[in-house]
């Protein structure tokens, strides 16, 4: 091991570190997948592990986690396959995760020069195409709005959340679930549509930034949900790759409302199907200081809809 390789703390280390400060284990795991060859990394995995609560096997889970990130896969890797099958066994939550990176994946931890958090309308024109609020599509999406009936889900809502508040974002993000009683066009699923609906984040009075929205993908959200729990907000709770993934799907699922056991794959042809907003507004839920996100999905029956916002500032306003 050269001297600017990460260096594997001693068991009673780990133990001390697990009981002091267990999110420095991910930091660890973080460094050691990065800074260490594969074959380096092999031993770690030899002996199978004993219990979920172990702060080595804590470590081995993340390290696993950090490797598919990186593009890694078990498979075809002997130790590393034996390793996860055991962490499924005990229930371990990191062992829930695809074993290999998914084309769905393909922006987690990729940084892009001028392309940070999404502040201004002019920003979000410049990235994602907007939805024209036609007369028609204005007048029908709102009036579908106002029909939309809540459909309350704390479990759910928690899960759709928990990138943000896993990440410590300032302000708690508001989590909204709604059937509707006819199914909705895609024409009529807009801005005019989401002003339709009870939402606290659109409530109140509008400033002269007004408000747009629009269409992104499945791909885009799942990369929100990971970078606000990777980064962490201006409360300063980074979760680090392995458990930022983990919060990104299941986010990504608790917003498409399918079961936890739905093969992964499924869900992202699932998601697919769906039709997915980004919007903004300039109401005074918003700050548009430190980081703002806002989604809204349409399900394939074209009859439900899960919202999702949620902003970050270092300000006390």
Avoid at 108 to 135: D, H, M, Y
């Amino acid at each position: 091991m050269s001297e600017d390789q990460a260096p594997l703390p001693e068991p009673a280390e780990l133990k001390r570190i697990a009981a002091s400060c267990p999110d420095q284990l991910r930091v660890i795991a973080a460094a050691l997948a990065k800074g260490r060859r594969l074959p380096e990394l092999y031993p770690l995995f030899v002996e199978p592990p004993r219990s979920a609560d172990d702060p080595e096997v804590e470590l081995r889970a993340c390290v696993l986690g950090e490797l598919v990130l990186a593009g890694v896969s078990s498979r075809g890797r002997p130790e590393f396959e034996a390793y996860a099958e055991r962490l499924r066994e005990l229930g371990h939550p990191l062992s829930w995760l695809p074993g290999e990176r998914l084309d769905l994946e393909h922006r987690f931890g990729v940084r892009v020069r001028g392309a940070g958090p999404v502040k201004s309308a002019g920003q979000l024109r410049a990235r994602f195409p907007e939805i024209p609020a036609t007369a028609g599509g204005a007048a029908g999406g709102a009036a579908a709005g106002r029909t939309a009936q809540e459909v309350r889900d704390a479990e759910r809502a928690r899960d759709a959340a928990g990138a943000f508040t896993a990440g410590g974002w300032a302000c708690e993000p508001e989590v909204r679930f709604f059937a509707l009683p006819e199914r909705l066009s895609d024409d009529d699923f807009g801005m005019a549509f989401l002003q339709g609906l009870p939402l606290d984040c659109l409530a109140g009075e509008m400033g002269r930034g007004g408000a747009l929205a629009c269409l992104t993908a499945a791909d885009d959200v799942a990369n929100e949900l990971y970078s606000a729990s990777c980064d962490g907000g201006v409360g300063g709770r980074p979760q680090h790759g392995a458990y930022a993934r983990l919060h990104a799907w299941r986010g990504l699922y608790a917003l498409l409302g399918v079961p936890a056991d739905t093969p992964f794959l499924d869900t992202v042809r699932y998601a697919a199907d769906c039709r997915w907003l980004r919007f903004m507004a300039f109401t005074r839920w918003f700050h548009h200081d430190t980081a703002d996100v806002g989604f809204a999905v349409l399900d394939p029956s074209r009859t439900r809809v899960a919202v999702l916002a949620a902003t970050d500032t270092d300000t006390d306003d």
